[in-house]
């Protein structure tokens, strides 16, 4: 008969493939970091509270933390999404297709779009062609907010429910829970990571976009914009990057053929070393070297595509932090 133990490890592999196989990799983040943090603020809260007051400023730190988290999401995309943000770079982009539409081939130029409700449309045909795979990091469904949303409500409900007082708990209750922990873990460790990640990535195309470009006598249009619009999509793991290389790329060929053919060269390099970055800063944290990494990367993203590209560091974190916990290596 299969020991509590046994079933843990049975129901969190299950879980883990059910979470890849239908997309609630956004939710399960979602709610790992409202989880995460309400867990780190809580270390502050008095010791001496009784149990009522406890609970109610437990419930009062989840609800900052949602309200911060969702406050700062909808900031960011007010701004990109502002006159002054989005539509700024559309137009510039737009000028810029103009420009090259006079120097390309007939046969090239009849692709590009002729007004911005042209690149609109042509965006979002893109966006319909792989809504599958955008809508695991994107956020242009309704679907997917409702997820991140009960996400975040399940994992501020589940950080209240850690600081009440457990007695003598049922085994397989107390094996679950086990199983929760070393993923809390995995997951603050490699959360921590890719915001060191992303911060470089941002440095690399601020140097690029402000100091090299300049020395050279090039001022890239709305440069600063193009580096916010780096940080901000860059915690969308692979169509953030696709974004902004895009509109840096199309931007740059606005000032000349050398600008643009030099910026496409900088953001492959970038892009190529950030897989590299990724399994050495999120290997540093877990303890991994980067080939295993990196396996654990092209193994679950050939499997289960972007969502199990994006979940592969948490995912192999908390196995080696489980078998690690086991004695077994």
């Known amino acids: ?57 437990l419930g009062v730190v989840v609800l900052c933390v949602m309200t911060c988290l969702t406050g700062l999401a909808a900031a960011v995309w007010s701004f990109i999404g502002s006159s002054q943000g989005i539509g700024a770079l559309l137009t510039t982009v737009m000028d810029t ?3 090259l539409r006079r120097t390309l081939p007939p046969s090239v130029a009849d692709v590009l779009p002729t007004t911005i409700e042209g690149l609109r449309q042509q965006l979002a045909e893109i966006l319909t062609e792989h809504v599958q795979k955008i809508s695991l990091v994107g956020f242009g469904s ?4 409702a997820h991140v ?30 199983r929760l922990r070393v993923l809390v873990t995995a997951f603050d460790k490699v959360v921590l990571a890719q915001v060191k990640i992303s911060a470089l990535n941002t440095v690399f195309t601020a140097l690029y976009l402000l100091a090299v470009l300049p020395l050279f006598g090039i001022h890239l249009p709305m440069a600063t914009l193009l580096v916010l619009l780096t940080f901000a999509v860059g915690m969308l793991p692979v169509v953030g ?5 895009t509109f840096i790329v199309v931007i740059s060929l606005g000032v000349s053929p050398g600008v643009g053919i030099a910026s496409l060269l900088f953001l492959v390099l970038i892009h190529k070393a950030e897989y590299f970055m990724n399994a050495r800063i999120v290997g540093n944290e877990v303890q991994a070297t980067a080939w295993e990494l990196l396996s654990a ?33």
């Open 142 to 145: 309704l679907k997917l907010f």
């Open 149 to 178: 949303l009960l996400g975040m409500v399940v994992g501020g409900m589940a950080a209240v429910h850690h600081f009440r007082e457990h007695h003598q708990l049922p085994p397989l209750t107390a094996a679950l829970r086990s």
């Open 241 to 245: 990057n696709l974004v902004s290389n």
């Open 297 to 329: 990367m092209l193994i679950l993203e050939s499997a289960f595509g972007i969502a199990g590209l994006v979940a592969a560091p948490v995912v192999y974190a908390w196995l080696k932090a489980e078998v690690k916990e086991r004695g077994v290596i």
């Open 97 to 99: 297709l103009g420009t």
């Open 1 to 57: 008969m299969p020991t509590p133990l046994t079933i843990s490890y049975l129901l969190a592999t299950a879980a883990v493939i059910f979470v890849l196989r239908f997309h609630l990799v956004p939710a399960v983040f979602a709610g790992l970091t409202v989880y995460v943090l309400t867990l780190k603020l809580s270390r502050h809260l008095p010791t001496n509270m009784n149990r009522v007051a406890r609970q109610v400023a």
